[in-house]
């Protein structure tokens, strides 16, 4: 399917997405299929800007992105989840969790730092004090308890001696017995839905369908091995956006919105961390 601008004398439409390996199999050839439209690949905070301030009609956003507006639609059930241990976001702990106390941000993603906020008070009461993981700094480098990791940073282990260690998809499903769901394909008001609902839908059924070809073009720049990356993108992430994901997805936005975790913006780590390639 080609989405024709001259077909409705519309202007072209203008799609937001990341080329994190996670996201891959959701734009598998969809810069083909959309001859007559843009696509535009950035970090995950400047598209969520960017459809924001509506320099962009439809963008893959981190779903704590998507509670920010009321206007935003959800246009496809293709999206980026785990039923899980998602491997690539990870909370490192020299303590007992009940017992963090500070906590280094590694700020890859604005929905893991809500989510491991949420898993340590419900779980635990714990509000530990947030401090952002410095740009280039290792979790040696750093005095806290422990240390959320997002990405590749996440996938191999840092050194030293760690109490616990969380794989943040594995402890939600556990808690919660829901899949989690960390970005997904919305739109703001205006935008004619079903110009995009087919096209999403379509571009991420071949991506899964030519996992091997992308794990062929991604594994190596990436540092893993073709099995590994073909492991993370079959058995550790889920792209379809079910009936028990939009659950998982509404629960997790109570406990965003219980916990004003949305206007927490006084961590200032730098959005640069967001260049983790694998989450």
């Known amino acids: 399917m080609t989405i024709s601008a001259e077909q409705k004398n519309e202007r072209p439409l203008r799609i937001g997405a990341v080329s994190y390996l996670n996201s891959k199999p959701l734009i598998y050839g969809l810069g083909q299929r959309i001859r007559e439209a843009e696509l535009?690949?950035?970090?995950?905070?400047?598209?969520?800007?960017?459809?924001?301030?509506?320099?962009?009609?439809?963008?893959?956003?981190?779903?704590?992105?998507?509670?920010?507006?009321?206007?935003?639609?959800?246009?496809?059930?293709?999206?980026?989840?785990?039923?899980?241990?998602?491997?690539?976001?990870?909370?490192?702990?020299?303590?007992?969790?009940?017992?963090?106390?500070?906590?280094?941000?590694?700020?890859?993603?604005?929905?893991?730092?809500?989510?491991?906020?949420?898993?340590?008070?419900?779980?635990?009461?714990?509000?530990?004090?947030?401090?952002?993981?410095?740009?280039?700094?290792?979790?040696?480098?750093?005095?806290?308890?422990?240390?959320?990791?997002?990405?590749?940073?996440?996938?191999?282990?840092p050194p030293g001696e760690f109490c616990e260690i969380w794989d943040l998809g594995d402890q939600w499903c556990r808690w919660t017995d829901l899949p989690f769901v960390f970005a997904m394909w919305v739109a703001r008001q205006g935008v004619e839905q079903e110009r995009v609902a087919a096209l999403l839908n379509t571009a991420r059924d071949d991506g899964l369908a030519h996992l091997d070809e992308i794990v062929a073009a991604e594994s190596a720049s990436l540092g893993l091995t073709r099995p590994q990356c073909m492991s993370y993108l079959r058995d550790n992430l889920h792209f379809r956006l079910g009936d028990r994901e939009r659950q998982g997805l509404e629960l997790f936005q109570r406990y965003v919105f219980q916990l004003g975790l949305l206007s927490d913006e006084k961590r200032g780590a730098s959005e640069s961390r967001e260049s983790a390639r694998i989450g």
């Open 40 to 157: 535009v690949l950035d970090v995950p905070s400047r598209l969520a800007d960017s459809l924001a301030a509506g320099r962009l009609d439809v963008a893959l956003v981190p779903s704590i992105e998507f509670f920010r507006s009321p206007d935003y639609t959800i246009v496809s059930d293709a999206c980026i989840a785990c039923q899980g241990p998602v491997l690539s976001v990870k909370l490192f702990s020299r303590t007992p969790m009940a017992e963090i106390r500070t906590l280094a941000l590694d700020e890859g993603s604005r929905t893991s730092v809500a989510l491991v906020q949420i898993l340590l008070q419900e779980k635990y009461g714990v509000a530990p004090l947030l401090q952002p993981l410095a740009i280039g700094a290792s979790f040696t480098d750093c005095d806290t308890d422990a240390v959320l990791l997002i990405g590749d940073r996440a996938v191999y282990s």
